[in-house]
């Protein structure tokens, strides 16, 4: 059983497209992230949720945003999709300070 | 914002032989967490330690908290293709549940 899914797995788009990728976790956990990872593999917090406060990294840009259906759900809604946010995209939940990732979206945007 | 160095950036080594990847700060956390990162897929947790000079054993992995609690290593011993991978560091400052993950040691085990 899958702990933490993502959809889709891989996400090919023109710019200034709007695209949504999709974060379900089975856990019963708390807090939801949401990261990037860039091609040199460094994994940056973009989001955290908990209990309907959410934290945002100040780097990330406003054309991000992650929308929270209810608590198993993180979704993430990007407007206007721009070269620079290729990358993989992981959804991650914890409910103390392990933290369960998702398989990953790769983004490429053309 | 606290930032985590990881050493060696790249590893490559003979199936059987041991290596040392370090995770070094200049801050002072409240726990330190290594996972790894296997091709396609998201990170798993490996281990977390807490207290200033802990050691903790997975099979052949031994993963130490530096006493003042700013720098970790994990050292693996005869190690194996299985052990390839991206390992990353990753820390949680004092009152925060947001996670600060260092760049990464890709390892590579030849047979």
């Known amino acids: 059983d899958t702990a933490v899914s993502q959809t889709p797995k891989y996400l090919v788009t023109q710019m200034g497209n709007d695209k949504s990728i999709k974060c379900e976790q089975n856990?019963?956990?708390?807090?939801m992230y949401w990261y990037k990872q860039d091609s040199k593999k460094f994994l940056k917090i973009m989001f955290s949720?908990?209990?309907?406060?959410?934290?945002i990294n100040e780097t990330v840009p406003n054309r991000f945003s992650p929308k929270s259906p209810d608590k198993a759900h993180l979704n993430l809604h990007i407007n206007s999709l721009e070269l620079g946010d290729s990358a993989v995209y992981f959804c991650?939940?914890?409910?103390?300070?392990?933290?369960?990732f998702g398989p990953g979206t790769r983004l490429t945007v053309l | 914002t606290q930032l985590l160095e990881q050493s060696p950036q790249f590893l490559s080594i003979q199936e059987g032989e041991n290596l040392t990847v370090y995770c070094n700060s200049s801050?002072?956390?409240?726990?330190l967490q290594w996972y790894r990162q296997e091709p396609g897929e998201g990170p798993v947790l490996l281990v977390t330690?807490?207290?200033?000079?802990e050691v903790k054993k997975l099979k052949r992995l031994t993963f130490q908290f530096g006493d003042a609690r700013k720098d970790s290593s994990l050292h693996i011993t005869a190690a194996q293709t299985g052990d390839t991978g991206l390992y990353l560091c990753?820390?949680?400052?004092?009152?925060?549940?947001?996670?600060?993950f260092g760049k990464g040691t890709k390892l590579s085990v030849i047979p």
């Open positions: 991650a939940s914890s409910k103390l300070h392990e933290q369960f």
């Open positions: 856990l019963g956990h708390d807090t």
């Open positions: 949720y908990n209990n309907k406060e959410l934290i």
């Open positions: 801050s002072v956390f409240s726990s």
């Open positions: 330690v807490v207290t200033g000079g």
């Open positions: 990753a820390a949680l400052g004092a009152g925060s549940y947001q996670l600060t």
